[in-house]
């Protein structure tokens, strides 16, 4: 990719220590960032940090629970002290849900996940804009999920949350597209993480369906995701903001 460098500057990843989040941690690293690992899996976290120092790169793992302010906040500033600033971020910290029909959700499930998952990417947008007005500018990558733009099944609350984190993203596009910040988001199909493996192992028969579900015919790899969120966070996409862009293997081309 011609103009995907990074090369002096600093990018903060949330669920860095597995998946999408130490694939794009480590792809972000290999293109010349910094990069400042958020979690609450300490171990998974300082792993991705030593993979990426092996690769020559340089890390700083924070644990951070992302649905709570102080410990954004703290991710924030312990990255801006160590590295100067942050001039991107890749908000990806999410949980899935077990899954059941609506009204069988109970009310702690849907306030975990939507705290997670919306509240979470929300706080980080709250501090990254706020860090990055004064420095004038930065690009914002959020994760959001094919549940963003199509509804799923026995996952209202994930849904919700995810269809929350494509509202949170165009509208910061639009309050902040003058002020030199862009921000996006990457809706991925079912991506071949702990939290697929996770689903299968809550529902083996969904296994077969997976490659059924997405036209390419397989599921996606955590590097193909973190391709895509490091081209949107990247000069390269100078022009495009407010997007949510479907990693899906065409699932939701349908
Ligand atoms: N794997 C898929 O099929 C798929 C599909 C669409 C969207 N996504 C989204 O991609 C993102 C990454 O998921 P993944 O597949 O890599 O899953 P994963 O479970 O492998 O990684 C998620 C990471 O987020 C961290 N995390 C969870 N709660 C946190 C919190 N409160 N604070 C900080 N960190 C927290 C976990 O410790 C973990 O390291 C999530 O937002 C998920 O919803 C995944």
Known sequence: ?????????????????????????????????????????????????????????????????????????????????????????????GIEEEGQRLADCSEATFDRVLGVN???????????????????????VNTASVAALIGAPNQSAYAASKHGVVGLTKTAALEYGR??????????GVIRTPMMDRGIARRPEIEQLIPRLHPIGRAGEAAE???????????AASFVTGHALAVDGGLTAI
């Open 179 to 188: 002020d030199g910040i862009r921000v996006n988001a990457v809706c991925p």
């Open 225 to 235: 995701v973190a391709a895509a969120a490091v081209w949107l966070a990247s000069d």
């Open 1 to 93: 990719m011609p103009d995907v460098d990074f090369a002096g500057k600093c990018v903060l990843v949330t669920g860095a220590a597995s998946g999408i989040g130490r694939a794009a941690a480590i792809e972000f690293a290999a293109r010349g960032a910094r990069v400042v690992l958020g979690d609450l899996d300490e171990a998974g976290g300082e792993e991705t940090a030593r993979i990426v120092r092996r690769g020559a790169g340089e890390a700083l793992f924070v644990r951070v629970d992302v649905s709570r302010d102080a410990d954004v906040a703290a991710l924030i500033a312990a990255g801006a002290e160590r590295y100067g600033r942050i001039d991107c971020a890749f908000n990806n910290a």
């Open 118 to 140: 919306l509240k979470g990417v929300w706080l980080c947008m709250k501090h990254e804009i706020a860090h990055m007005l004064p420095k004038g500018g930065g690009a914002i």
